[in-house]
């Protein structure tokens, strides 16, 4: 049996019914939370006949939140796609190259180290661009560690993204050693993950970012294809390989770096998502790498919409909601591949 999305006719109607479901769940999102808007509030705001406090909840909180919770998911799950294409294996995850440590290392020592300070950058707190640079900071060296005369090893990078991240968490533990209470408290809200300080400022950059991430990996869809059947099928195909693997490193760690330090560290989306897609389509990059965007950023606006009105007016870190989702969900993925091997 083909895949749905070997069949030219159907692939369309499915992206169409992706991106469908995405605008649905952005208005979902708009309607629900502390205060809840029905349909024709949401009317009379978007033809401007509301009154100001839905035109200020609606306009300059729901909206800004709601955009970056799409962009946020969206770019988890075409970079954890990308990196489950490098490493031939549907359960890799971003986080492998060590970006998610780094970044909490980051964000952490911002944190307590310079608690007084207060400056930003582009819609970035400055523990927001700590996050980033110590995301990034990881992932070259990971890189720079994996990479010789001859070329990029995907083993070495992988054990040496795992080195990184037990190290980042060492440093991170320390600084938690020595953070008080308030700090301590920061510094467990942010590695929770929220989208409460959404602006346009910051969903803006990631409008940016999420655009030239995943119009690069696209370029790209057809050499990742060819390095699903090994790096030597896929040179001899004349793809070549050091550079597919160094154009995609940056772009994960570029977008993961900048998702992370604009909502923390949210689990899950860049590893389950992409892995659902290839069940349901087959492992077509052409395919999964925009169909796993759809379906990551309508994941995220509504477990967002969900760690809003569940216990409101106060919030959930939406990265609990995500686990809690996510964590079953690839308990039973892994339990249906266990079966599969059994039965063949």
Do not use: K
């Amino acid at each position: 049996m083909r895949p749905l999305a070997q069949i030219a006719h159907l692939w369309s109607a499915l992206l169409l019914g992706a991106a469908l479901l995405l605008a649905l769940s952005m208005l979902v999102s708009l309607c629900f939370g502390a205060v809840v808007f029905s349909p024709a509030n949401l009317w009379a705001w978007l033809t401007g006949s509301a009154d100001a406090q839905a035109q200020l909840i609606l306009g300059q909180l729901r909206l800004p939140r709601t955009l970056l919770a799409a962009l946020v998911g969206g770019l988890l799950a075409v970079c954890g796609t990308a990196t489950q294409g490098l490493f031939r294996n549907s359960l890799a995850d971003p986080s492998l190259i060590g970006v998610s440590a780094g970044a909490a290392a980051g964000a952490s020592g911002v944190i307590v180290l310079l608690n007084d300070v207060q400056w930003s950058l582009w819609g970035l707190s400055l523990v927001s661009l700590g996050a980033f640079a110590g995301g990034l900071l990881v992932v070259l060296l990971v890189y720079r560690l994996a990479s010789t005369a001859t070329g990029t090893s995907v083993v070495t990078m992988l054990l040496a993204g795992m080195a990184f991240t037990f190290l980042a968490g060492a440093l991170t533990s320390l600084l938690e050693f020595f953070a008080d209470n308030e700090m301590l408290r920061r510094i467990s809200l942010w590695r929770m993950g929220g989208l409460d300080g959404a602006d346009n400022l910051r969903v803006g950059l990631l409008a940016l970012v999420t655009g030239a991430v995943v119009l690069v990996l696209l370029r790209q869809r057809r050499a990742l294809n060819a390095l699903l059947l090994g790096e030597s099928e896929a040179r001899h195909l004349g793809v070549d390989v050091q550079r597919l693997q160094r154009t995609v490193i940056v772009c994960v760690a570029l977008g993961m770096g900048v998702a992370v330090a604009a909502a923390g560290t949210i689990a899950f989306i860049g590893l389950v998502v992409p892995h659902i897609v290839r069940m349901l389509v087959g492992p077509d990059h052409r395919y999964v790498l925009p169909l796993s965007g759809f379906v990551g950023a309508t994941l995220l606006v509504l477990a967002d919409t969900f760690a809003r009105s569940l216990i409101s007016p106060t919030e959930l870190p939406v990265g609990l909601v995500t686990a809690f989702i996510g964590a079953p969900v690839f308990i039973s993925l892994l339990r249906q591949r266990r079966y599969q091997g059994i039965g063949g």
